[in-house]
């Protein structure tokens, strides 16, 4: 793990094995990925990006578990299933879902193929 997803995990140093068991399955998963750290996300590219973990408020503040990573993701339709949090339609056919993860059985092969699709969605554009 580099300093830079250390520093950006100083805000929930408890999250960090979340995003561990995230980034190891997304990289053997899916080749060719570049990753960004930035101030409010970990963003991952191809030559779009396709997904970002982040600590997003996609609770209430009380439905919210004190240690969690958000994932959120974009494909070409809307994800219906209610482990989805928010899901919105920024452009035409192209939605933007977030996922609220708090423990690492939840990063399964439902979400990963779901991540598999944005990344292929990224690519075709």
């Known amino acids: 793990m580099d300093d830079q997803v250390l520093f950006f995990f100083d805000q929930m140093p408890e999250a960090l094995p979340l995003y561990e068991t995230f ?49 959120t993701f974009g494909t070409g339709r809307r994800i219906e299933s209610p482990r989805i949090d928010v899901a919105a339609e920024p452009y035409p056919n192209r939605w933007t879902h977030h996922m609220l993860i708090s423990r690492a059985e939840e990063i399964d092969g439902e979400l990963m193929e779901w991540v598999r699709e944005a990344a292929e969605f990224s690519a075709g554009k």
């Open 23 to 71: 980034e190891k399955k997304l990289y053997a998963e899916i080749e060719n990925i570049e990753r960004k750290v930035q101030k409010t996300q970990i963003s991952f590219y191809h030559r779009h990006l396709f997904a970002c973990v982040s600590f997003a408020k996609v609770r209430k503040a009380k439905e919210r578990p004190p240690v969690y990573i958000v994932i």
